[in-house]
């Protein structure tokens, strides 16, 4: 199992956090804590429109937990009225979206 690697960089009103790594059951809890705490930090400083881009180019594997954590924050997003996408998503992630009808939502 590879270990999950994430990092943030703030840029033109645009946080994007790079994910690396496996995405499954086992590690859903650190990105989901980690999102959450960057969308209330985000909420707390806010002086115009931020966006949220996940950046997955780096992901090894995702799993079904790992879709639903990322439709769990994007609903968070929605909520703090924080656009939120993801960025840089494999084919294979990409073909797991459109399935599933996630792809229009999430990208």
Known sequence: ME????????????????????????????????LLELLREAASARRGQATLVVEVSGLTFIDAAGIGTL??????????????RLAGVPPTMRRLLRITGLEGHLT
């Open 3 to 34: 270990p999950l690697h994430l990092t943030t960089s703030h840029r033109n009103g645009t946080l994007t956090v790079s994910v690396s790594g496996e995405l499954d059951i086992a590690t859903t809890e650190q990105l989901r804590g980690y």
């Open 71 to 84: 439709v769990s924050v994007r609903n968070h997003a929605v909520r703090q009225r924080m656009p939120m």
